[in-house]
């Protein structure tokens, strides 16, 4: 019996040895230089600066260089505008850091958007066309399908390439393509996206792109851990 003891108390000093090591290859940090582009019928903008991402601390934040110098927060259900460190607003918004495209491809569930995961879609067909496995969603939610249409996904060599969201009548909303990408540390991380939004019979473009891409970061707490006002983060 004591040997089986000194065994196992020695199997545990070199498996918690060794768990460091497996523990750095989870990436939970992302950082980027960023550029938005937005284009429609009346009017187009431009916004480039860098972005910080922390699984841990579901804080995003847009450190937005132009057109002028803002900082954009995201966590839970709040949007924050920080100007100078200063909080100039606070929105209350649905949690969306969970469907950032970021967030999917640090957890690594980029490839069906999180869907499955989600708990609110099913899948429902796939087919392969034009070198693309195109897999179509719906929602397992009998109260929700007059709300939530039918999703397509479209994946290439294994990753994602394009998504189209559809209103419960089948008119298109919007369509997402991964136009660029690299994988980094084993991660599909997308470099360049394009989304088009359909709103009264109008397109808009919507391009993002990220550059100098940089994970599990060690230096720039303070963006990863925001100073948030206490009495509502």
Do not use: C
């Not at 196992?8 to 230089?33: E, G, H, M, V």
């Not at 999703?151 to 294994?158: A, E, R, V």
Request: proline letters at 3%; charged letters at 20%; a neutral charge.
């Amino acid at each position: 019996m004591i040997n089986i003891v000194k065994k196992l108390f020695y199997f545990l000093i070199i498996f918690s040895i060794t768990l460091p090591s497996f523990s750095q290859q989870i990436n939970y940090r992302l950082t980027a230089d960023f550029s938005i582009k937005e284009k429609n019928a009346e009017l187009s903008s431009v916004h480039t600066g860098k972005i910080y991402y922390d699984l841990n601390t579901d804080i995003f934040v847009y450190n937005i260089y132009f057109p002028e110098k803002v900082d954009w927060v995201i966590h839970d259900t709040s949007f924050y505008t920080f100007k100078e460190s200063v909080m100039e607003s606070r929105v209350t918004i649905p949690k969306i850091n969970s469907t950032n495209l970021i967030h999917l491809s640090l957890t690594a569930s980029l490839y069906d958007y999180g869907l499955i995961e989600s708990g609110l879609y099913k899948m429902e067909d796939v087919k392969n066309e034009n070198n693309l496995i195109i897999t179509t969603y719906s929602s397992i939610h009998p109260r929700l399908e007059s709300k939530l249409g039918k999703i397509y996904i479209s994946t290439k060599k294994g990753h994602l390439h394009g998504i189209v969201f559809l209103n419960p009548d089948g008119t298109i909303l919007k369509k997402i393509f991964i136009e660029k990408s690299v994988i980094k540390k084993g991660l599909f991380i997308p470099t360049e996206i394009l989304e088009i939004t359909y709103k009264d019979n109008k397109e808009n473009y919507k391009i993002t792109t990220f550059d100098n891409i940089i994970l599990n970061e060690k230096i720039n707490e303070n963006f990863y851990n925001y100073s948030l006002p206490y009495n509502v983060r």
